[in-house]
């Protein structure tokens, strides 16, 4: 089975903060991909990557970065947290797109707080 | 721009009863529809994948069916149990290979 691990479930910081979320597959994947859900607004994605050191923003990229610098690790980072960053935060992982018959495997969230 | 929309938001049923959950989109052009559960305060599971020239996937008691050309999805549970409670998201691949997401369906299963 497919396993993406998140490092944190929970996570607590202060505005201002510098924040890493921390993301690994074990599947070999290409794509990687970072999303946050709130309530009433879905599942957004901020970036995603399709190879080692490539990132594409998505929707919502504003206040975050990306690193990606071995294939199974994809990193967030909130470089100076604001409130309204508090959110559940989903890393996805997938194979490249021409597998459009693969899904993307999620782990199980990071529910990060701001203070 | 590609819009999904679940329906009914919410949806609560005894124990044991068949029941259906709608996704609909607005652009035909897609990959793929995928549906995912998702329980509370977790990640989110992969249920079923139906390939754009495809009409319908099954596992268990889930079958989700695929009419691209009027823009729907349903998703059928068949004898529904207190374990189905869970969000029900279905999300479209579009032509760029990005996933567009619906809000999703609180399905709740009474004992």
């Known amino acids: 089975d497919v396993k993406v691990t998140q490092s944190s479930r929970y996570l607590v910081k202060r505005t201002g903060e510098k924040v890493f979320l921390e993301c690994v597959q074990d599947?070999?994947?290409?794509?990687m991909f970072w999303y946050r859900q709130d309530p009433g607004l879905g599942l957004r994605l901020i970036y995603f990557s399709y190879d080692v050191k490539m990132k594409e923003k998505g929707d919502i990229p504003e206040g975050y970065s990306v690193s990606r610098e071995k294939k199974e690790r994809f990193s967030l980072i909130l470089e100076s947290a604001s409130t309204n960053q508090t959110s559940m935060y989903l890393c996805?992982?997938?194979?490249?797109?021409?597998?459009?018959?693969?899904?993307?495997?999620f782990g199980d969230g990071t529910r990060l707080s701001i203070l | 721009k590609q819009e999904v929309t679940q329906i009914p938001a919410a949806l609560s049923v005894p124990e044991g009863e068949n029941l259906v959950l709608n996704c609909s989109f607005t652009?035909?052009?897609?990959?793929?529809l995928q549906w995912f559960r998702q329980d509370p305060g977790k990640g989110l599971t992969s249920l079923l994948l139906i390939q754009s020239s495809q009409r319908e996937q099954t596992s268990g008691r889930l079958n989700a069916s695929l009419d691209k050309s009027s823009g729907r999805s349903t998703l059928y549970i068949a004898a529904s149990q207190p374990g189905d409670s869970a969000t029900y998201l279905c999300a479209v691949m579009d032509s760029n290979y990005q996933l567009i997401w619906g809000a999703g369906t609180k399905l709740i299963i009474k004992p």
């Open positions: 652009d035909s052009a897609i990959y793929n």
């Open positions: 996805a992982s997938s194979f490249s797109w021409g597998f459009s018959n693969q899904p993307q495997h």
């Open positions: 599947m070999d994947h290409e794509n």
